[in-house]
């Protein structure tokens, strides 16, 4: 599709993703890259990545489902691990800032999963 481009050089996320730019990795497969947010929300806050550059939530179709599912079906085990609560106690808040009025600052899609003891610096 002509919105999603495979890498954007001037992209900060998938320089992050390529390993161009250092991170705390917190998963990656073929498809994601998962890293520490440099600026947490609270105790847990990281990020995940599609590997291919999709500049955010409105340029997702039913054609990114699968790679969607994937990701979402990637943080009940990556919160847990990266220190979460368990469900129902613990928890987590999972949020996609989309647009300037969505609060988007890097256009390149990213899901936030931020979690851990209360009380949070934002949130
Ligand atoms: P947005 O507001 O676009 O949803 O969130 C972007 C997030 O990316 C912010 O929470 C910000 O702290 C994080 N971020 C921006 N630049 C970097 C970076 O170079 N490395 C890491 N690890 N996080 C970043
Ligand atoms: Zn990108």
């Not at 947010?37 to 955010?56: Q, R």
């Not at 808040?93 to 851990?116: D, F, K, M, S, Y």
């Amino acid at each position: 599709m002509s919105t999603a481009h495979a890498h954007d050089p001037n992209c900060i996320f998938c320089k992050i993703a390529a390993g161009q730019i250092p991170s705390k990795k917190v998963h990656e497969d073929d498809q994601v890259f998962a890293f520490h947010d440099i600026n947490p929300w609270a105790p847990v806050h990281f990020l995940l990545i599609p590997k291919t550059h999709i500049p955010s939530m409105a340029q997702v179709g039913p054609e990114q489902a699968p790679l969607l599912g994937h990701i979402l079906s990637l943080i009940p085990k990556l919160a847990l691990e990266q220190g979460c609560g368990p469900y129902p106690e613990g928890g987590y808040r999972i949020v996609i800032n989309t647009g300037a009025q969505g609060g988007q600052e890097v256009h390149h899609l990213h899901v936030h999963v931020i979690g851990g003891p209360r009380p949070w610096k934002h949130g």
